[in-house]
């Protein structure tokens, strides 16, 4: 190869080198754009998910007040402190007044979800005892199943058991659980039981003999507003948020929820959290 061989391959390499340069930084400036882009696409989200968590937080406090009065004044007239009602009036007062309930139910199901998404849900975690949490339990639903078809009945633990976590909001899952399953079970027997499991956690269950779930719905139970689409569910609808914010209260305490279930048969719901709430979910609680 002569020097003039050798000059024309080194000018053609060196020109194919450039033209990688040229391209590589083209690709770079297309990188940085891209870059650029998702980060104003990420700040539009965390926008909007900022202004949909400021309506619904709005909008639910809004809701409160009257609700809350169409709750007392319908609660005054079963009363018939203005006078007596026939059992039509008393019909359809109860009719108001169960109405009413359920939609403050969603309403506060949908400030709870505005809460956590804004990440302002406060964990207030102590000490308490497994009975405790089961007599509070019964005491509350014991007026719902007194009159029905329905028993509920609490297993109290063989040991005792006594958990570091927020006993409000493991109430809350617990009533949502409950709650569902007295819903959708129309005879039989609803049964909460709590115990002890591997590496320090507790495994707290709602087990139903109700009209069950269909094996391909399990997997979207706990994602928002899921409604499963059977006959008595059509009927007694709801927010489709409770099962979800379950599923946010249990992860925000260190734990997880899940469900088995057959058709015709029945569901088991069950949380499963730690003994003791870990420290990077509460720093500033103490044992």
């Not at 968590?53 to 007392?72: A, D, G, I, K, V």
């Not at 005792?160 to 109430?171: A, G, Q, R, V, Y």
């Amino acid at each position: 190869m002569n020097a003039t061989q050798a000059a024309s391959e080194l000018a053609a390499r060196d020109a194919e080198i450039t033209a990688l340069r040229e391209e590589l930084e083209e690709t770079n400036k297309g990188v940085v754009a891209l870059y650029a882009e998702l980060d104003d696409k990420a700040e539009q989200l965390r926008n909007a998910n900022e202004l949909k968590s400021r309506f619904l937080s709005y909008m639910s406090h809004e809701f409160r007040t009257p609700l809350t009065s169409m709750t007392s004044i319908s609660g005054i007239l079963l009363s018939r402190l203005d006078g007596p009602l026939t059992d039509e009036q008393q019909k359809q007062v109860e009719f108001i007044r169960s109405s009413t309930r359920e939609l403050t139910d969603m309403v506060n199901d949908l400030l709870d979800l505005a809460k956590v998404e804004a990440g302002r849900i406060t964990i207030s975690p102590e000490w308490f005892e497994m009975v405790d949490l089961f007599s509070a339990l019964r005491g509350m639903f014991k007026p719902i199943v007194q009159s029905g078809t329905v028993s509920l009945l609490f297993d109290e633990p063989e040991d005792e058991i006594k958990l570091f976590t927020d006993d409000k909001k493991l109430s809350q899952i617990l009533r949502n659980f409950i709650s569902n399953a007295l819903k959708f079970t129309q005879s039989g027997e609803v049964r909460v039981s709590a115990r002890m499991i591997e590496d320090n956690q507790v495994e707290f269950a709602v087990t139903d003999t109700g009209i069950g779930i269909a094996e391909e719905h399990l997997q979207t139970l706990f994602k928002d507003f899921v409604q499963i689409n059977v006959p008595l569910q059509r009927r007694l609808r709801g927010s489709g948020l409770g099962l979800s914010l379950a599923a946010k209260f249990a992860a925000l305490l260190g734990g997880r929820v899940g469900v088995e279930s057959e058709v015709g048969k029945g569901s088991r719901f069950w949380v499963c959290l730690p003994v003791k709430i870990p420290d990077e979910l509460a720093p500033q609680a103490m044992p």
